[in-house]
């Protein structure tokens, strides 16, 4: 596709049950970062791959978060025994070089997770 | 600690008129400061974007002032419409390949018609 495509739109989860969100960013895109968009404020860091290595995972909020992108494209976040904290809107997002270039962040529409 | 302070929280301006949102840092490395437009349900996309080299950059309505000894920046919407209307969120990279984006808390703009 066009554009940063994300699974599944929308999300609702029992305390406790593990989820797994899907993104599939802009073909040929070197980097893809996750952010977590709480109700009312701006992204926050995740984590970020170049390729498929996971360079930085230092905004996990905790060792349930686990990120994959085994082949450097289609990637996932998955959230095990959910808590209701982790409701938010998890945002995709891909650019067409490494992160050290200034280039243009492309997110996807997001993922809206509601833990019960 | 809030490395990137935006304000206001939300803003409501008349069509025709000029919407300004303000940003500060800290952080004297950061070296790329873009601005993002998000509308409800949707992603944020980029609009504008600055190197602290220059001092202010224009495209369209679009203006970022950059003021580097104040740590400063701020955007400017001339001639705000009411498809204007989303929240803004002005952000900071730092500066090498270890750099990531922080984003502000956002400005939420209303433009009445």
């Known amino acids: 596709g066009a554009g940063v495509s994300q699974s599944p739109r929308y999300k609702v989860a029992k305390r406790g049950q593990d989820v797994a969100l899907r993104c599939d960013p802009i073909?040929?895109?070197?980097?893809l970062f996750w952010y977590q968009q709480a109700l009312g404020q701006g992204p926050e860091f995740l984590t970020y791959?170049?390729?498929?290595?996971?360079?930085?995972k230092s905004g996990l909020p905790s060792d349930r978060f686990f990120a994959e992108r085994p082949e450097g494209s289609v990637s996932t976040l998955k959230i095990q025994r959910t808590q209701q904290e982790d409701s938010a809107v998890y945002l995709c997002?891909?650019?067409?070089?490494?992160?050290?270039?200034?280039?243009?962040?492309?997110f996807g529409e997001g993922s809206r997770l509601t833990v019960l | 600690q809030q490395q990137v302070k935006q304000s206001p929280q939300s803003l409501i301006v008349q069509k025709g008129g000029i919407s300004i949102i303000n940003c500060a840092y800290e952080?004297?490395?950061?070296?790329?400061f873009p601005w993002y437009q998000q509308f409800p349900g949707k992603g944020p996309a980029l609009l504008i974007a600055?190197?602290?080299?220059?001092s202010e950059k224009k495209e369209g309505r679009f203006t970022i002032s950059f003021n580097k000894s104040a740590k400063q920046f701020s955007l400017h919407i001339m001639d705000s419409q009411p498809g204007d209307s989303a929240t803004y969120f002005c952000?900071?990279?730092?500066?090498?390949?270890?750099?990531?984006?922080?984003f502000g808390k956002g400005t939420k703009l209303s433009v009445k018609p």
């Open positions: 997002a891909s650019s067409l070089g490494d992160r050290g270039m200034a280039g243009e962040l492309f």
């Open positions: 073909s040929g895109h070197v980097s």
């Open positions: 791959f170049q390729n498929e290595a996971q360079l930085d």
């Open positions: 952080n004297t490395a950061f070296d790329y």
């Open positions: 600055i190197r602290p080299d220059v």
């Open positions: 952000a900071a990279r730092n500066g090498g390949s270890q750099g990531n984006l922080i």
